[in-house]
């Protein structure tokens, strides 16, 4: 660490959701010092620790509604704020960074209080409540969508897009064995999997590996259907390291609709059919897929109305009409910068100097 480099909190927690942006923006940053926010057992703590100093505060969701556990919430969430205020100023922060979600509360008012800049990325559609009642506090908060600046009309805004890890912006070698004249399918649920999601793609893999297809199907680690379904063309595992490689090797991708992996399948120009995640904090997921069939990338079921034989209908439709995939590969390039973590690191070091 170089005393004279500028020093960075970066306060990101959760899913890859908020993490892989955040640790996208910290690639383009090596001569910074860089310090990161979290939460005790989540992603970041297996995620984080190899490349940053790792420093966790305990912290819950804002309840909808007031009650017994508000209190709770509501002491954890002074604590945290003291917390992070005694790192900034013990580490000498000169800058804040934070990719949204509820460790960006005690991020923000932090900084706040030790008067030096934050910047806040939003890459849902739908802001969350942390951004819609901190994002004023903020120098800029960078969205992830051009629409969401109408959620946010007291809010310095300016669309970024939302970064992604740089090996999704050069060409991957793919190492599992997938003859190069056979369609691949890769199911993805996100970083914490999707059981719905699985069975369905469990339910029409039959019909679809026999129609000629592969199908990489990642399930996350909660499923305990894995296992029950065989085939020598459906590869079956918990997550994949080179997802970069695998969606640019896709000919097709049923996903959830998480901003950060519309982002990936944007970058890597791959049509997808989306079945956004039902129980969505305010439906967020359907309104980030909501913008990619506007886009004309991607086709959006919800989940309770997609049966098994209409995914497989749907699937092979796709699959036999190179016409309509190749529009969709291109209109999903369309939706998405490349640079997004560049532009985000530029606005840290012009507001850091």
């Not at 369905?200 to 590996?209: D, F, G, K, M, N």
């Not at 199908?215 to 970069?244: C, R, S, W």
């Not at 998480?258 to 944007?266: H, N, Q, R």
Request: charged share 20%; with cysteine.
């Amino acid at each position: 660490m170089s005393v004279n480099n500028p020093n960075l909190l970066i306060a990101a927690s959760g899913t890859g959701g908020h993490l892989f942006p955040a640790l996208a923006v910290a690639q383009q940053l090596p001569d910074y010092n860089i310090s990161w926010l979290g939460v005790p057992h989540r992603l970041e703590t297996s995620l984080v620790p190899q490349s940053f100093p790792l420093f966790t505060v305990d912290i819950d969701g804002f309840q909808t509604s007031f009650g017994v556990k508000t209190i709770f919430v509501m002491f954890k969430m002074i604590t945290a704020i003291a917390k992070t205020y005694q790192l900034i100023k013990s580490k000498k922060i000169d800058i804040v960074f934070t990719t949204g979600g509820y460790i960006a509360a005690p991020a923000i008012i932090g900084a706040k209080l030790a008067k030096i800049p934050v910047i806040l990325h939003e890459s849902n559609y739908i802001p969350g409540k942390v951004t819609k009642l901190f994002g004023s506090w903020c120098e800029v908060v960078g969205i992830g969508f051009t629409g969401t600046s109408k959620y946010l009309p007291k809010v310095k805004t300016q669309w970024i897009s939302t970064p992604v890890r740089e090996e999704f912006l050069s060409a991957q070698t793919l190492e599992v064995g997938i003859p190069d004249d056979m369609p691949l399918i890769v199911a993805v649920g996100g970083s914490q999997g999707a059981l719905g999601l699985n069975k369905l793609v469990r339910q029409s893999a039959p019909s679809l590996l026999e129609a000629g297809a592969y199908i990489v199907h990642l399930t996350g680690k909660q499923d305990e259907e894995v296992g029950t379904f065989h085939h020598d063309h459906y590869l079956e595992m918990p997550f994949y390291d080179n997802m970069a490689g695998l969606l640019q090797r896709a000919n097709l991708a049923i996903s959830r609709s998480g901003a950060g992996t519309l982002t990936e399948l944007a970058i890597t120009k791959t049509p997808s059919i989306l079945i956004p995640y039902p129980f969505a904090a305010e439906d967020h997921q359907f309104y980030n897929g909501q913008e990619f069939v506007n886009g004309e990338a991607s086709l959006l079921f919800r989940q309770d109305k997609l049966t098994a034989d209409l995914l497989t209908e749907i699937v092979l439709d796709l699959l036999n009409n190179s016409d309509k995939l190749n529009n969709m590969a291109e209109k999903a390039g369309n939706l998405a910068l490349r640079d997004s973590a560049k532009i985000l690191a530029d606005i840290i070091k012009k507001l850091s100097r």
